[in-house]
């Protein structure tokens, strides 16, 4: 092993770990389960890869939560964070008040999106953009006389957030049965998942019928009663699912044709994941409203936000009237002073051309050989956001009955292995910094292999797989 790197935390892991469980209640956590596993201790990262407090290193497959776009340990985040803190550490964009962050990443942020998307307004994460955009679709169709088009069309096995609004848009039916969601008014159609729900056709035709599901909604319902859809350009926390080419395109059409805005999450898919700026772009569909977070500060800072089309900008100016919304961190000078080196750093040092132009393919090459393992059905990726689904039966790609079970065991092994991958029931998905070199795909891909290999074993020895 390499020299250990040096740790500002001195506390014992064992320590950390007992405080942790005593004191510290998890996201997306069984507490239960975690007392018995025990916390990993995360405290460094440079480049692609994290320590944790024993020294352990990982290769972070996952980005941290689909979010350190330019990598760890990038110092001039730091420096920009501290002028910014001794400068204006905090001031409120409300009642007729801005400040320099602010104006120059909204510029920024304008400039970088697709044309025609030239407002922002900011948040402090992706959750709550997209509780503005619930807000905002409502108080725009209201102001123009419509308030009756408060209806959103979402998806299921979309992720939108977990907040009360943002966890309703979502389609994620183990999050709606806690807590009695969805919110009024928030509809789910199928999602447009090939693999998983569409074999018998061919990509193109179910990639067209899923699309349509939104023209059944709008017959249904009337289009005086839809105000909007919502979809990730790729679903991310759903297990990569890459829409076939004639879907967006579709959903587009829709919308134009029945006076429905159209919001792209771009909270994964944005800030270079795909290869460009938004992954809209890639799909070639123009949004009204694009939601933002992780990526844009690469996870050094939270902060999210909704951008804007001019078309809704201007309609609410002429209209008139306060907006009755708004968050105390909305555009924090803070996170927007790292917000804006951390576009810097991914524009001057060509981080998304390169993932376009070379990344991406090699990325896909080595993904695809993963295609041939035994315990894999599909593999597949899009730029730097890939998927391995699981299958017990190579010939018939059918899924595991006990599903989710093969999916964690591959993950455990990963993890052992130094490699953070995470499981999406039976999907083991991928999402590295944008920054990951050619070798260190190799070095991904290999551990991959490796694992799955060990996996297969111990699929076998537990009975779940065919000798
Ligand atoms: N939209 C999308 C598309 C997301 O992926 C959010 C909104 C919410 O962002 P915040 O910043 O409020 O978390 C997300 C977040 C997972 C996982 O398990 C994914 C997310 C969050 C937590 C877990 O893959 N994505």
Known sequence: MVNPPPMTNQKPTKILQELDLTHHLHPFTDQKELRSQKPRIIVRGEGIYIYDNDGKKYLDG??????????????????????????????????????????????K????????????????????????????????????????????????????????????????????????LPIPDIIHI???YWYGEGKDVTPDEFGLMKARELKDVIEKYGRERIGAFIGEPIQGAGGVIIPPDTYWPEIERICRESDILLIVDEVICGFGR??????????????????????????YQPIGGSIVSTKIAATLEQKGGEFNHGYTYSAHPVSAAVSLENLRILEEENIIEKVNSHTAK??????????????????RVNGL???????????????????????????????????????VEDKMIISPPLIIKASEIDELTNIVWTCLDKSQKELKQKGLLAS
């Open 190 to 192: 199928n999602q447009p």
């Open 109 to 180: 942020l304008a400039l970088l999106a697709p044309e025609g998307l030239d407002h922002v307004f900011f948040s402090g994460s992706g959750s709550e953009a997209n509780e503005t955009n619930i807000r905002l679709v409502r108080h725009y169709w209201t102001s123009l006389g419509m308030p009756e088009k408060s209806v959103i069309v979402s998806r299921k096995n979309s992720y939108h957030g977990s907040s009360m609004g943002a966890a309703s848009l979502g389609g994620m039916h183990t999050m709606h049965a806690q807590g009695g």
């Open 274 to 299: 795909l290869g460009s700026w938004f992954g809209c772009q890639q799909y070639g569909v123009k949004p009204d409203i694009i939601t933002i977070a992780k990526g844009m500060s690469s996870g």
């Open 362 to 379: 090699y990325m896909a090459k080595k993904w695809h050989a993963l295609g041939e393992h035994p315990l894999v059905g599909e593999a």
């Open 385 to 423: 956001m890939g998927a391995l689904e699981l299958t017990p039966d190579k010939s018939s790609k059918s899924p595991f009955t006990d599903s989710g079970h093969a999916g964690i065991i591959t993950r455990n092994i990963c993890l052992n292995h130094g490699l953070i991958m995470r499981a």
């Open 62 to 107: 996952m980005a941290g939560l689909w979010c350190v776009n330019i990598g760890y340990g990038r110092s001039e985040l730091a420096i920009a964070a501290k002028k910014q803190m001794e400068e204006l550490p905090y001031y409120n964009t409300f009642f007729q008040t801005s400040h320099p962050p602010a104006i120059e990443l909204a510029t």
